[in-house]
C-alpha cells in the first residue's frame, strides 16, 4: 500500500509539474483566451452634410450575427447551427463557403452575417443555439440614395472609406479607434468590462454641395442621356465669386447603400476624372489671349468665306460656310477657320502662357480623389504646324470638366481664378474649423473679362448658344463640339462627337456657372448648342428660381400675363 500511495504521489506530482511549470505559459494563455476577450472599440463615424446642414451620410447601429464555438462542441453541431441559420440570414453560397471553412478550421470567431436588420437578427438569435450572439456594430446610411454619389462616395462593411469624400476624409470621419477588455464566464458570457483605452468620435463633414441643386442638375442629366442615348454624361454646378461646387452630377451613377457599384462605369466621377479634348469651349483661352496682348482687337476681321484652313495636309472646316466676321463674331459663331486665324496671330510663346495661366496641365486642388491634371505638352515639343492650330480649337489638349468650368469662371469673375472646392467646414466637438482658401490669382484683366462677357452674352443671343436663352435672364456661354480621336483608325471620326455647353448667369452679375458635357450623343444632333446647352438652360432656370434670383427684363408677354393675374385677384 505505501509503495502504491508512493507511485500514485509520484504521478500527480509529475503531473502537476507538467501542468505548473512545463506548459504554464501555454496553459495560462488559453485561460486567457477563455476568460477575456480584447477588442476595439469602434467609434461612431462622422457625418456628412451639404451647405444647408441637410444630412447626406450618417452612421446608424446595425446588429451583427456571430459564432464563437464552445470548447467541447462538436464539428457536426457547429455545421448543423450553420445549416440551421443559413436561410434565415440569406446567406450567399459563396458566403455560405467561406464561413463553412472558418469553422471546419476550427476559428474561433466568426461573423455570420455583419450589419443585418434587427428582425433578421431577432429570428436568428429565437433559435437560442449555443456559440451564436449578436455584436452591435455601426453601418453607414445615406438617406437620399443615389443623391451626390460620387460625391460622397462609399464605405466597406468595415466602415474604410472607399472613394469620394469618405476616402479622402477618412481619417477625419473615422476617429480614432478604442479598446475594451471583457472577462467571460464559462458561457462566454460577458460580465465585466475594462475599457483600457476610450474610441474618439469621428467629425463632421460640411460640404459646399446644396441637396436642392445637387437633384436638380442629376435629373435634369439623367433625361438627356436616355434621350440623347449618349454613353454618359456631367454637369458642374459652382458659385463663382467663391469657388464653392454645388453640385457635380455624373451619370451612369449607383446608390452608396449598395457600395461597391454594380460596374465600374457607374462610379466613375467623370466630372474630375475623366480627360477629353474640350473642342470649341477651349476658345475661351484663344480669345483670352488675343485681347491680352492686344495682337488683336474686336474691331479686327477675318476672312472665314473657304470655309476650311489648310493645316499640314489636314483641313480644318467650319461647321457652316460664314464670311468675313469680325473678331466677336469668330468666338459668337464658333468659326475654327477665324480662331485659328486668332490663333496664328497671337503665336505659340503667348498661348501657351496663356493656356498655363488657366492652370490647364495642373490638379485644380479640390478635395476629391482621383482628380486628373489634364495633357498638356511642353512647348518645346509643339508640332511647328499643327499643334498652335489645333489647340486654339480644342484639340491636342486633354482636359477635365471641372478645370473648363474653373476658366469660365475666370471671366465671371473679372479676371480673377479662384481655387475650386466641395468642403465647407469639419466640424469638430463642439468647435468647428472653416476650410481655409488661398488668395485669387489673376489670369486675366478686368477689361478682357467684360469684353469676353459681352462676347458670351452674344453667343447666347445670336450665336451657337441660343438654346441656352432663359427669358427674363443674360446668359453668358460658349458651346462646344469635338470630334472624337478613334485610336484604331489613327483618325478622328465623323461619327463619335463630345458635346459641351459651359455658362453662366445672370451675364452681369453670376450665381452660378454649370458646365454640361455629354459623350457620343446618338439621337438626333450631336452639336453642344443643339444637345448640351438645352440641359444648361433647365438647369440653370430651375436653379435661379430656387435661388430667389428675380429676372431683369421681361418680355411684352410676360408683363401682360401678370397684369391679367393682378386683375383677376
Not at 458561457?187 to 465585466?192: A, I, M, V
Not at 438645352?534 to 430651375?542: G, N, S, V, Y
Not at 435661379?544 to 400675363?561: D, Q, W
Amino acid at each position: 500500500m505505501a509503495l502504491f500511495f508512493l507511485l500514485w504521489a509520484g504521478v500527480i506530482s509529475a503531473r502537476l509539474f507538467e501542468l505548473q511549470v512545463l506548459r504554464h505559459s501555454q496553459l495560462k494563455a488559453e485561460v486567457n483566451g477563455q476568460s477575456r476577450n480584447k477588442r476595439s472599440i469602434i467609434p461612431e463615424r462622422g457625418a456628412i452634410l451639404d451647405r444647408n446642414g441637410k444630412v447626406l451620410a450618417e452612421t446608424l447601429p446595425a446588429p451583427s450575427v456571430c459564432f464563437q464555438p464552445l470548447k467541447d462542441d462538436a464539428l457536426d453541431s457547429r455545421l448543423d447551427k450553420l445549416n440551421r441559420l443559413k436561410k434565415i440570414l440569406d446567406l450567399s453560397e459563396s458566403d455560405y463557403q467561406k464561413i463553412k471553412a472558418r469553422i471546419v478550421n476550427n476559428e474561433n470567431f466568426t461573423f455570420l452575417k455583419r450589419k443585418t436588420d434587427d428582425e433578421t437578427a431577432r429570428r436568428a438569435m429565437a433559435l437560442n443555439l449555443d456559440g451564436v450572439f449578436l455584436q452591435e456594430e455601426n453601418k453607414r446610411f445615406y438617406p437620399l440614395g443615389p443623391l451626390a454619389a460620387h460625391v460622397l462616395g462609399g464605405v466597406d462593411v468595415d466602415n474604410e472609406g472607399q472613394s469620394g469624400i469618405e476616402f479622402r476624409f477618412n481619417s477625419t470621419l473615422g476617429g480614432e479607434k478604442g479598446q475594451i477588455l471583457s472577462f467571460r464566464d464559462a458561457y462566454r458570457r460577458d460580465y465585466q468590462f475594462e475599457i483600457l483605452k476610450p474610441a474618439s468620435a469621428g467629425k463632421d463633414i460640411v460640404l459646399t454641395i446644396d441637396e436642392t441643386l445637387q437633384y436638380i442638375a442629376e435629373k435634369e442629366l439623367e433625361k438627356a442621356v436616355a434621350a440623347n442615348n449618349a454613353n454618359w454624361g456631367t454637369v458642374i454646378v459652382s458659385h463663382p465669386a467663391s469657388g464653392e461646387i454645388l453640385a457635380i452630377a455624373n451619370c451612369p451613377s449607383y446608390d452608396p447603400n449598395d457600395f461597391p457599384p454594380s460596374s465600374p462605369e457607374a462610379g466613375r466621377d467623370r466630372a474630375i476624372q475623366d480627360i477629353f479634348e474640350p473642342g470649341s469651349t477651349f476658345k475661351i483661352v484663344t480669345a483670352s489671349a488675343a485681347l491680352e496682348t492686344n495682337l488683336v482687337r474686336l474691331t479686327d476681321y477675318f476672312d472665314c468665306s473657304k470655309g476650311s484652313i489648310q493645316i499640314g495636309r489636314s483641313p480644318v472646316r467650319d461647321h457652316k460656310l460664314m464670311g468675313i466676321l469680325s473678331f466677336p463674331d469668330v468666338i459668337i459663331h464658333s468659326s475654327n477657320v477665324g480662331t485659328i486665324q486668332v490663333g496664328l496671330r497671337v503665336g505659340p510663346e503667348a498661348l501657351y502662357n496663356m493656356v498655363k495661366a488657366y492652370s490647364f496641365g495642373e490638379k485644380t486642388g479640390i478635395e476629391l480623389p482621383g482628380e486628373g491634371e489634364g495633357m498638356l505638352r511642353s512647348l518645346k515639343i509643339w508640332n511647328k504646324v499643327s499643334t498652335l492650330p489645333h489647340i486654339a480649337i480644342g484639340y491636342e489638349i486633354g482636359v477635365t470638366a471641372l478645370q473648363m468650368l474653373q476658366a469660365m469662371n475666370v471671366v465671371a469673375n473679372r479676371g480673377l481664378m479662384l481655387p475650386a472646392r466641395i468642403v465647407k467646414k469639419i466640424a469638430g466637438r463642439p468647435s468647428s474649423a472653416a476650410i481655409s482658401q488661398g488668395p485669387p490669382e489673376r489670369v486675366i484683366s478686368e477689361q478682357t473679362a467684360s469684353e469676353l462677357t459681352e462676347i458670351f452674352r452674344r453667343v447666347v443671343e445670336e450665336g451657337t448658344g441660343t438654346a441656352a436663352q432663359i427669358p427674363g435672364y443674360d446668359i453668358a456661354g460658349k458651346t462646344g463640339t469635338a470630334q472624337k480621336y478613334d485610336r484604331v483608325a489613327r483618325s478622328y471620326s465623323s461619327a463619335k462627337h463630345l458635346a459641351s455647353f459651359i455658362g453662366f448667369a445672370p451675364a452681369e452679375k453670376p450665381v452660378i456657372s454649370i458646365i454640361v458635357v455629354l459623350d457620343e450623343p446618338k439621337i438626333g444632333e450631336h452639336y453642344g448648342g443643339q444637345v448640351a446647352a438645352p440641359i444648361f438652360r433647365e438647369i440653370a432656370r430651375r436653379s435661379l428660381f430656387y435661388l430667389h434670383v428675380l429676372p431683369r427684363k421681361l418680355n411684352s408677354g410676360l408683363v401682360v400675363a401678370a397684369q391679367l393675374r393682378d386683375q383677376k385677384q
